[in-house]
């Protein structure tokens, strides 16, 4: 066989084997893609099943009346009256998720997310990009009292699931009264949350369902609007285990939607010993409403 027939053979055989890959990452891909699906959409269900009725279907301004100030000047703010209660929301995402525990790695992401805050529950379904072609999909959710933090490559190889404990519920729990910005009719009163007095610029909020109890301390601007959510605590995963770490949300950019002033960025971190080291950076790109 003559150096040019081999030549050929090879350049045919190489040919071969990586449309062999296209095709066989293509079919994981597919498959990956499907399974997700269903896995969301049975997350899904379990919120509907959880949901109900509500007491109060408008927002009153004479209800505020027991709030601390800080806490009155937001909701004034950012609500009108006959406002109608939140009972859905429906959000993309885009952003950046920083993969490095103690540094700077930053992937960009998209995502949708499903909240119901009658009884408290989101799905964030989160795609971040790892490498070129290579998607994480991620499942950090809320859900019927309990707590889900799912990854996988491609929605088929396992890489992180932590669910059912009560330090997951926990960190769950506390990012849906954080992100309570986005559907402020979630912090008025008879919805769940109490209210605590600390000075002329925060309150802390506290949130029950079933046997978890959480309390965020919420930071008010002079705009009124809400500028940080701090926890003094909460779970940090480094090195395989976790730790409990001072954390906070930040949001800017607020703007009406249905009626009421939310913020369409956000920022989410851990303050270390070193520096504040964000995780999170996203914007709002959608965001849909239903009411009771």
Not at 134 to 146: F, K
Not at 178 to 202: C, F, I, K, M, R
């Given at each position: 066989?003559?150096?040019?027939?081999?030549?050929?053979?090879?350049?045919?055989?190489?040919?071969?084997?990586?449309?062999?890959?296209?095709?066989?990452?293509?079919?994981?891909?597919a498959?990956?893609?499907?399974?997700?699906?269903?896995?969301?959409a049975?997350?899904h269900?379990?919120?509907?099943?959880?949901?109900?009725?509500a007491?109060?279907?408008?927002?009153?301004?004479?209800?505020?009346?027991?709030?601390?100030?800080?806490?009155?000047?937001?909701?004034?703010?950012?609500l009108?009256?006959?406002?109608?209660?939140?009972?859905?929301?429906h959000?993309?995402?885009?952003?950046?998720?920083?993969?490095d525990?103690?540094?700077?790695?930053?992937?960009?992401?998209?995502?949708?997310?499903?909240?119901?805050?009658?009884?408290?529950?989101?799905?964030?379904?989160?795609?971040?990009k790892?490498?070129?072609?290579?998607?994480?999909?991620?499942h950090?959710?809320?859900?019927d009292?309990?707590?889900?933090?799912?990854?996988?490559l491609?929605g088929?190889?396992?890489m992180?699931?932590i669910?059912?404990?009560?330090?997951?519920?926990?960190?769950?729990?506390?990012?849906?009264?954080?992100?309570?910005a986005?559907?402020?009719?979630?912090?008025?009163?008879?919805?769940?949350?109490?209210?605590?007095?600390v000075?002329?610029?925060?309150?802390?909020?506290?949130?029950?369902?079933?046997?978890?109890?959480?309390?965020l301390?919420?930071?008010?601007?002079?705009?009124?609007?809400?500028?940080?959510v701090?926890?003094?605590?909460?779970?940090?995963?480094?090195?395989?285990?976790?730790?409990?770490?001072?954390?906070?949300?930040?949001?800017?950019?607020?703007?009406?939607?249905?009626?009421?002033?939310?913020p369409?960025?956000g920022?989410?971190?851990?303050?270390?010993?070193?520096?504040r080291?964000?995780?999170?950076?996203?914007?709002?790109?959608?965001?849909?409403?239903?009411?009771?």
């Amino acid at each position: 066989m003559g150096v040019r027939t081999v030549i050929v053979v090879a350049g045919v055989v190489l040919t071969v084997l990586v449309v062999v890959v296209v095709v066989t990452v293509g079919i994981m891909m597919a498959v990956g893609n499907r399974r997700w699906q269903n896995e969301t959409a049975a997350l899904h269900r379990r919120q509907e099943a959880e949901v109900r009725p509500a007491e109060v279907s408008t927002y009153d301004p004479a209800a505020l009346s027991t709030l601390p100030d800080p806490v009155q000047r937001y909701l004034e703010t950012v609500l009108t009256p006959g406002q109608r209660m939140v009972a859905a929301v429906h959000i993309e995402h885009s952003g950046t998720f920083n993969m490095d525990e103690t540094g700077e790695r930053w992937r960009p992401f998209r995502s949708t997310q499903r909240v119901r805050t009658q009884r408290p529950s989101f799905v964030w379904d989160g795609r971040v990009k790892v490498l070129p072609g290579m998607n994480a999909h991620v499942h950090d959710a809320y859900v019927d009292g309990s707590g889900i933090l799912y990854v996988t490559l491609w929605g088929l190889v396992p890489m992180v699931d932590i669910r059912d404990t009560p330090e997951i519920a926990r960190g769950e729990l506390m990012r849906y009264l954080a992100e309570t910005a986005w559907y402020p009719t979630a912090l008025l009163p008879g919805q769940g949350v109490t209210w605590s007095a600390v000075d002329n610029h925060s309150a802390d909020a506290t949130l029950s369902d079933g046997e978890t109890t959480v309390t965020l301390r919420f930071i008010f601007g002079s705009d009124n609007l809400i500028e940080r959510v701090y926890a003094e605590e909460r779970d940090r995963a480094v090195g395989g285990v976790t730790e409990p770490t001072p954390w906070d949300g930040r949001f800017t950019n607020y703007r009406q939607q249905d009626g009421m002033l939310v913020p369409m960025d956000g920022d989410v971190g851990w303050i270390l010993p070193t520096g504040r080291l964000s995780y999170w950076r996203g914007r709002m790109e959608q965001v849909s409403y239903t009411f009771h």
